[in-house]
């Protein structure tokens, strides 16, 4: 094995590790946390490695990363996670390659999720993103909103709703982060009070590098992260 891909096994190793701590100090088990391992920073090479490594679940934050990097590792048995916003111009292109979609921003990205998973005859299995710490640069819904528009996703046929994404406020650190966390659980919580039959919320993804442990502490079911993978590269 190469030094770099070394480096992103031992990497890969030490962030289970501290996922699986923050599960059992939550009084959970390790595997009741799936690590998505956001694949931004990395070039093909880098990929490659960590798949190598044993990681199955990638995540890119913009569609055309994904289709390039899909394309490279088209051998491989990676599951594809979008975690950013979705131009409904490139629905089409994205929609066979994914395994998730964490960022479900908007009634009019859902229609089209919904148009293309009926096109290939699957359902997509999605997250609602909330824009939990109301930050105006963010996507997502409203804590206010979500509950009425939940109502009009679930008649979506093509569209599995898992739950809720959110990234947690980038001032404030782990403390304010926390706090997040704790929101979008409360959150999902009132939401299942509700919810229509073909709705689970059984996911909550959230947690990235600098907080991850906090988020799997709070409840998390997926953490996105990246740059925490790749430290020590060149
Ligand atoms: C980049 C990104 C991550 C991972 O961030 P790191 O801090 O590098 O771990 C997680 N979620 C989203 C939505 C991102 O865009």
Redo the contacts with the bound molecule.
């Keep these: 094995m190469s030094d770099r891909g070394r480096r992103i096994a031992d990497n890969l190793a030490g962030v289970q590790a501290r996922i699986a701590e923050a599960a059992l100090r939550s009084g959970r088990d390790a595997d009741a946390v799936r690590l998505v391992a956001?694949t931004?920073?990395a070039d093909i090479a880098h990929t490659q490695a960590l798949v190598a490594a044993g990681c199955r679940d990638l995540g890119e934050?913009r569609p055309q990363q994904m289709w390039k990097k899909a394309a490279a590792l088209a051998h491989t048995p990676v599951r594809w996670h979008l975690?950013?916003h979705l131009q409904r111009n490139k629905v089409t292109r994205t929609a066979p390659l994914l395994a998730m979609l964490h960022s479900l921003d908007s009634l009019r990205l859902a229609a089209a999720v919904d148009a293309a998973a009926a096109e290939l005859r699957r359902s997509i299995p999605v997250l609602i993103e909330i824009n939990i710490s109301g930050d105006a640069a963010k996507h997502g819904f409203s804590e206010e909103d979500v509950e009425a528009a939940l109502m009009k996703l679930a008649a979506f046929r093509h569209l599995e709703i898992r739950g809720l994404m959110t990234?947690a406020a980038l001032e404030g650190g782990r403390t304010r982060a926390r706090g997040d966390f704790q929101r979008l659980r409360s959150l999902r919580d009132r939401l299942r009070l509700n919810c229509p039959e073909n709705v689970t919320l059984d996911d909550l993804s959230m947690g990235?590098?600098?907080d991850f442990e906090e988020a799997v502490e709070e409840g998390a079911t997926i953490v996105?992260?990246?740059?925490?993978l790749f430290s020590g590269l060149e």
């Design positions: 956001v931004k920073y934050s975690i950013g990234m990235m590098s600098s996105r992260v990246g740059s925490a």
